[in-house]
């Protein structure tokens, strides 16, 4: 179902599409490309929103700094001192994040009304980024679709093509809280990740992918999140063509469990602890499925160069279940 959501400032219409199968409900914006609800049974059958957003347009345009639910780009994550050198040539991007650049930049795909077309089971959102878009080299044609499968799993699926060379780094940032309400902290993880990349200060790679035996990163076998973490752990199965499930978030509380599936060779696990507003530190837990951060000026990490005649592809499934 597809219904008007708002209208922004300049008369820019801004659409919901609403997307029901198996149990699960969600709903997706053409603002950002934000899922804005995930409503799905907990293991008595109670239905609860599972991801922090806002019930009209307005919460999310007055609270744009944590990312509730949007799809991120040109770049998701961080770029040291906001600039990287592609081909001989050096770009400078908004340092929005001093003193780097984060998620795309001042005004990245978060902040843009895409547009909306109905798929079998789903919604394909499109639209096309000009070259130099936020220091961005390249006309980039990128598309997210959101389906729900069978199963109830809500599958998105990117792709991208550009006409010059560039960096292209995508993932959806939503905040999940099984338990609908409260801190997540207590929530049970396990990610199938042997290594991290641990950071500076301003939160950069310093380049090493370090064990995690014998560390807070290690989460081999389900532990509780806690708090303190805004790490890229490395996935132990690399860049994969095909989807490959790497971790589980689960509430013990309300017997929700959410698997992720991933082509991505990263996850960012942000355990939200500078959330303010309308909700607490703590009260979401961020799995944003990537490349590594700072990839373009790091040739040793997996890269994220896009060039003519490629096709830019990557797909994360978020599954939905009871035990």
């Known amino acids: 179902m597809n219904e008007l959501f708002g209208t922004l ?29 995930v409503e799905v049974p907990d293991r008595d059958g109670r239905t609860a929103d599972v991801v922090l957003g806002f019930p009209d347009l307005g919460g999310y345009l007055a609270c744009p700094g944590p990312y509730f639910g949007a799809l991120i780009g040109r770049y998701a994550n961080r770029i040291a001192g906001g600039r990287f050198t592609l081909d001989g040539r050096t770009y400078s991007l908004a340092r929005n994040n001093a003193p780097n650049s984060l998620h795309g930049g001042e005004r990245g795909f978060d902040k843009r009304v895409w547009d909306m077309a109905p798929v079998e089971g789903g919604v394909r959102l499109s639209r096309v980024s000009a070259d130099g878009e936020e220091g961005f080299p390249g006309r980039l044609e990128v598309s997210a679709t959101y389906t729900l499968m069978e199963s109830g799993a809500l599958r998105i699926a990117y792709e991208a093509v550009t006409d010059a060379a560039t960096v292209v780094n995508l993932t959806n940032h939503s905040y999940f809280n099984l338990a609908g309400s409260g801190n997540a902290g207590g929530h049970e993880l396990r990610l199938a990740a042997s290594r991290f990349t641990p950071v500076d200060a301003d939160l950069i790679p310093t380049g090493v992918l370090e064990d995690v035996t014998g560390t807070r990163f290690d989460f081999r076998e389900a532990r509780k999140v806690g708090a303190g973490y805004d790490h890229n752990f490395v996935l132990d199965k690399g860049v994969t063509a095909a989807a490959v ?24 696990l942000y355990t939200a602890d500078h959330l303010s507003g309308p909700y607490s530190p703590g009260d979401g837990i961020a799995l944003e499925t990537q490349h590594f951060p700072d990839s373009p000026n790091r040739p040793e990490f997996p890269g994220t160069v896009l060039r003519p005649g490629e096709v830019f592809r990557s797909e994360t499934v978020y599954g939905f279940g009871t035990r």
Not at 17 to 33: H, K
Not at 253 to 261: D, E, F, I, K, N
Request: net charge negative; hydrophobic share 30%; glycine share 14%.
């Open 245 to 268: 499930e790497v971790g589980e978030l689960y509430d013990p509380a309300s017997g929700r469990a959410l698997t992720v599936t991933t082509t991505e060779p990263g996850l960012q």
């Open 9 to 37: 400032s300049d008369g820019t219409p801004v659409h919901r599409w609403s997307l029901e199968r198996a149990g699960v409900r969600v709903r997706v914006l053409s603002y950002g490309g934000i899922v804005q609800s």
